[in-house]
Every structure is written in structure tokens, then in C-alpha cells.
């Protein structure tokens, strides 16, 4: 049992046993319970007697659930932060181990609960237990308080320093302390956390190649099927969802491919060099005009490239091989029947399919969509994707570095890199090392995007938080561990469905996790197999001598140029391919794929390389 207590009101122990509430769930269900003692109370209370409805007592305890949160702010502030119940004892002094017993044993408290309770007096019943008391230095002076001190573990001395997230950090502390953890372990059965984790991560696949990985995943994944409709500008890039046909003919009028007359090749039947015949101008057309008579014997129109062509006109020369003079024009050639002439309909008839499902949206096809008046477009939903850094040593660009801290590259770099495949990526956010609140913001971001990344936190040290964060939020681990380097530190599971991928802190190993795994998928999910990286056969330009993890295959940056006069694509490798280095990644648009029977690569050897250019819509 946790007991808040202090010596003088609204010294903030509710923040406190909040605080604690959301760091106990991992161990198991988390009660809370607020005692009024009721001698104290009655002598105490500013309201009076029975006015305030916990002075009167027909017994000598009284246990009641608090059901409805609305009335009371504190039950609603102990059940938003995780607690399973909430319950109200007001007991005499001499009643309060019945009325604790009666607590323990109600059948709305789960079985092994871990009791956060607010309350001085509880701590002669409720031993044993941690006590936290919250000293008001307006109340230190009086007797009742100094007594309720001494009965403290720890004694916090102002309430007015202990708000907000120092309330979260110190208590952190104080659950990870000896005392707390101590009570922590004789709960008396296995810890709420690793049941679930155990859960998690029954059917993960661990170490696994590259190419069980994608088999695994992409077995797993399916196309999206939500479709939505989008201007057309926006649905630029995007998928389209069904066929599109035209509604009208495209033009939707004969016109004038060129500057030049209109007139009727009868009229012109007979006019050579020798003889031109003479057309008497009657009007001018522009584009986007009409000539509202009809072209008669003898006349002919003025017409501009795209112009209407005039009713009665059966042809068009252009402008360079007739000779006008004020309004005559003479003509020294027959011209046939709809020479120069775009007929209605001649690039697309009304009623015609001119984009498929499945289509990428480049520009032809935006224009394509506007040509036919149309200003939206049918398109499989775009791609949510949340992006979250793990880690307390993040700083952020362009404000001063504390002590220990690094400018968080990954967030900026991976953000990057998904806008260049043409998705929408959420601004990134950075959480700290800690699984409550890293699980909270994780599991709000499952429900409202497609994919969920994070970087950091996913190996094997004390503040890497991922796999409990995944338990605590009910994903399923599919994936741990990647056997090949960079990108070896990996996680990724499904919850409704849905992805999250969780890749590692070192900027090039999230980046390869990213290219050779999570890639393929996202294509899938967005049908865009065109993302989907090519591997192409390359020689190499640079020398590799190898190095310590000769035993594992390692995927090499590298800049593919080329081909040579062999026709081969070449690929030149920087110095520096350790997971941590960022600047010798400018340049990388390969990975050179190195087998672990391959230990070195020499100028001029032939390998396998991933190609990460992007071609959208090829």
C-alpha cells in the first residue's frame, strides 16, 4: 500500500497519487482510496456537522465505491490516470483496521491490487506499506502534524515545488526506491507487465534475415481500401481509386490548331500562284470565342490556335502561306477537306475510361482529370504516419545544448526521407524514456494514424523502453531483432491491424531499417509498388576492408553512378559506415549488400546493391 499524506489542506498529495496510479499499472491493478477520519473531521469541518455528509455516522465505518466521477473531481483525476476503482472510507480512529479490512476484502477490489490511498491516519492500519508525506510549512508548527511527520518514510517539505512534471519525476523515484520496490515484489504473484509482455511477444520472430522479414510482413499486410475524394491538385501523387471516365468529349468543339483562316475549301478549290483567289474576312475568332454567323461563299475568318472553328468552315490554312490585306485575304493553294481541322472528341470521346484503378496521379493525369472539368479525384486514402524520437538526450535544433545532450537528427532525417516518398508525416515528437507516458502518447497515436515509427530505445539497456511499451499497449510483437547490420536493434507489431515499427537510434541504422523493411511495407499498405527499392549488379569504385562484424551481413552506404563502358552501374563508398555517423551519409543512394562470406570488398569487385532512388509513378 502507498499512502499520500500531509499536515494542512490542498498540499497536493492528490498529484502525487495520480502521479503514482500511472507508474503502478505495469505491476498490476492499481486501486485508489481516499479515508476521511472521521473524529478529525467532525472537529475540524469549517461546514459543520452534518452539512457536509461525513461527520454523522451510523456506524462506526463507512465504505463506499465512488462510481460517479463527475462528482467528484478527485475520483475523476484517480481513474483518468489508470486507477481500476475508487473508494471513499470514513472511519473513527478506532474503526479504521476494520474499515481497511473491509476494503481489502471488497469484491470490486481485483485480487493482488496495489492500494494508492490518501490519508494520515491509515498508517497505523496499514503496515506494512511506504508512507509519502507532504509537509505545508503553514501547517509544520501545529502538534497533530509534527506527530503524522514522525510516522513518514519520506517527508516532502513544500507543497508549492512539487506541481506538474516534478510531481511525475519524484515520484518515479520513489517507485523505483528499495522500500517501494520491495513491496512491489511480495505482491505475491508475477506482475501485471510481464504477463502482458509475455503475451506480446509470444509469436515474435527473433534475429531474423531480410528476406524472412519482408516474407513475414508483407504476408501480413494488405492494400488499403479506404478511398476518399480530393481536389485534384492535392490528389497529385496519389492512387486512384476505381475507373474515371469523361462526361464530355475533349475538345468539346471543332477548333484551330493554329493562327490563321477558316473558310471553306470549296472556295479554294481552283486558287494556284498564278490565280489566288480572294476570301472577303468577315471576323475573328480568339480562343474562347464563337462566331455566331455562318461562314458563306467567299468569306473566310480571322482564327486563333484553339479558336472554334466557325459553322460553314470545313478547313484552316495557316496564317504563313496566305497574303492578308485589309479585309481580304488571297489564297494561292486548294486546301482538302478538314486539313488544319481538330475535330470534337478527337482526343478523348464522352464516356471513355481514361484512368484505371490503380493509376499513380503524375501531372499527365491531373491535366487529364482537368481537361475532362473535372476539379476532384477518386484516390485511395493517403498514408497516416506518426513519428515519434525516443530519449532524454534529445535536444533540439537550434537551442542551446545542455550537458549530455545531442541535436535529435532522426526525427528531421526520417520526416524527410517519408515526405520524399510522398507521404504525410505527423510533425515529429520527441517522448522521454518512460514507459507510462511514452504508452499513453503511443497509444493515442495507434488509434489515429496508419503506421506508427519510433526511433530510440528498442536494444537492451537499462532506459530501452520499447518492449514494455508494447505490452503495456497491447501490441503484438511480430518482429525482434534484425540479423543483419546497421539496423539490427528493431522492433515492429500489429494492433487492429495496424503497424508500428520501432527502428533504432543510430541515425544510419533507422534509415536502413527504414529503406530495406519498413519501405516495402508502406509501399504495399499505399499501393505504390513503385517505392518498392530496385537491387541492381554494381562494381564497386572504392575498397572495403571489413571489420569486426565480418560475421554478420551488412548493408553498405554508397552512391551509385554509371554505368561504365561495360555497361555496369558503379557504386563509390565513403570513409566512416559506422551506425552513428551522419555527415558520411550525404550522397547515399545505395546500400551495398556485403554477405557475411564476403568479409572485404576490393576496387573493382562486383556486388549487390539496393537502389534508394526514388521514381515516383515508374
Not at 159 to 169: F, I, T, Y
Not at 522 to 544: C, G, Y
Amino acid at each position: 500500500m502507498i499512502l499520500v499524506g500531509s499536515a494542512g489542506r490542498n498540499s497536493g498529495k492528490t498529484h502525487f497519487s495520480c502521479a503514482f496510479v500511472a507508474l503502478l499499472k505495469e505491476f498490476g491493478p492499481v486501486v485508489g482510496l481516499k479515508v476521511t477520519a472521521a473524529d478529525a473531521h467532525e472537529r475540524g469541518c469549517r461546514r459543520g456537522g452534518a452539512g457536509c455528509g461525513a461527520c454523522v455516522f451510523s456506524e462506526d465505518f463507512v465504505l463506499q465505491e465512488e462510481t460517479d466521477a463527475r462528482s467528484n473531481k478527485d475520483t475523476s483525476r484517480l481513474l483518468a490516470a489508470g486507477a481500476e476503482r475508487v473508494f471513499w472510507l470514513r472511519a473513527t480512529y478506532d474503526s479504521l483496521s476494520d474499515g481497511l479490512k473491509a476494503f481489502l476484502a471488497h469484491p470490486a477490489v481485483p485480487s493482488g491490487s496495489i492500494v494508492v490511498a490518501e490519508s494520515n491516519s491509515l498508517r497505523r492500519a496499514a503496515k506494512p506499506g511506504f508512507f509519502l508525506m507532504l509537509k505545508n510549512p503553514q501547517d509544520a508548527v501545529k502538534a497533530s502534524a509534527a506527530k503524522v511527520a514522525a510516522l513518514a518514510d519520506l517527508t516532502l517539505e513544500s507543497r508549492k515545488v512539487w506541481q506538474g512534471e516534478r510531481v511525475r519525476n519524484r515520484a518515479e523515484e520513489i517507485v523505483k526506491s528499495s522500500p517501494v520496490q520491495a513491496l512491489l515484489k511480495g505482491l505475491g504473484h508475477a506482475p501485471a507487465a510481464k504477463k502482458e509482455a509475455d503475451a506480446a511477444f509470444r509469436d515474435v520472430v527473433r534475429n531474423a534475415a531480410l528476406e524472412e522479414a519482408l516474407a513475414l510482413l508483407l504476408t501480413e499486410t494488405e492494400p488499403t481500401e479506404a478511398t476518399t475524394v480530393l481536389p485534384i491538385n492535392d490528389a497529385h501523387g496519389e492512387i486512384c481509386a476505381g475507373l474515371v471516365k469523361t462526361a464530355m468529349d475533349i475538345p468539346p468543339f471543332d477548333r484551330s490548331p493554329l493562327d490563321g483562316f477558316a473558310l471553306r475549301s470549296a472556295d479554294v478549290a481552283a486558287a494556284g500562284p498564278e490565280a489566288p483567289t480572294r476570301l472577303t474576312v468577315v471576323g475573328v475568332v480568339y480562343a474562347g470565342d464563337v462566331y455566331s454567323g455562318e461562314l458563306g461563299e467567299g468569306e473566310a475568318v480571322r482564327i486563333m490556335t484553339g479558336g472554334a472553328m466557325p459553322s460553314g468552315a470545313d478547313a484552316m490554312l495557316p496564317l504563313e502561306v496566305v497574303r492578308a490585306e485589309g479585309d481580304a485575304v488571297f489564297v494561292s493553294r486548294s486546301v482538302k477537306p478538314r486539313e488544319n481541322y481538330v475535330f470534337r472528341g478527337e482526343d478523348v470521346k464522352a464516356g471513355t475510361v481514361f484512368l484505371e484503378d490503380g493509376a499513380y496521379l503524375d501531372y499527365a493525369a491531373v491535366a487529364m482529370l482537368a481537361s475532362a472539368g473535372l476539379a476532384v479525384a477518386p484516390v485511395y486514402r493517403p498514408l497516416s504516419v506518426g513519428l515519434f524520437c525516443v530519449g532524454d538526450e534529445f535536444g533540439l535544433p537550434g537551442q542551446p545544448l545542455p550537458p549530455g545532450k545531442i541535436y535529435n537528427s532522426n526525427g528531421f532525417m526520417l520526416s524527410a526521407r517519408l515526405r520524399e516518398f510522398g507521404f504525410k508525416v505527423d510533425s515529429h515528437q520527441v517522448l522521454r524514456d518512460d514507459v507510462m507516458s511514452s504508452a499513453m502518447t503511443l497509444d493515442a497515436a495507434l488509434e489515429r494514424f496508419d503506421v506508427v515509427l519510433t526511433t530510440g530505445s528498442v536494444s537492451v539497456g537499462d532506459k530501452d523502453i520499447m518492449k514494455p511499451v508494447y505490452a503495456q499497449i497491447g501490441v503484438q510483437a511480430r518482429l525482434a531483432a534484425l540479423s543483419f547490420k546497421p539496423g539490427h536493434a528493431f522492433l515492429c507489431g500489429r494492433r487492429r491491424n495496424k503497424w508500428i515499427f520501432s527502428l533504432s537510434g543510430n541515425p544510419f541504422a533507422s534509415l536502413a531499417a527504414l529503406e530495406l523493411v519498413v519501405r516495402p511495407v508502406l509501399a504495399r499498405m499505399s499501393r505504390k509498388p513503385f517505392l518498392v527499392p530496385k537491387r541492381v549488379p554494381v562494381r564497386l569504385l572504392s575498397v572495403f576492408p571489413g571489420g569486426k562484424s565480418a560475421n554478420m551481413r551488412r548493408f553498405l552506404r554508397g552512391s551509385l553512378s554509371g554505368p561504365d563502358a561495360d555497361g555496369v552501374m558503379t557504386a563509390s563508398l565513403p570513409e566512416g559506415h559506422s551506425s552513428g555517423r551522419v555527415f558520411s551519409m550525404a550522397g547515399c543512394n545505395c546500400l551495398v549488400d556485403l554477405r557475411p562470406d564476403v568479409p572485404s570488398l576490393s576496387q573493382g569487385a562486383e556486388a549487390e546493391a539496393v537502389d534508394l532512388r526514388v521514381r515516383l509513378g515508374f
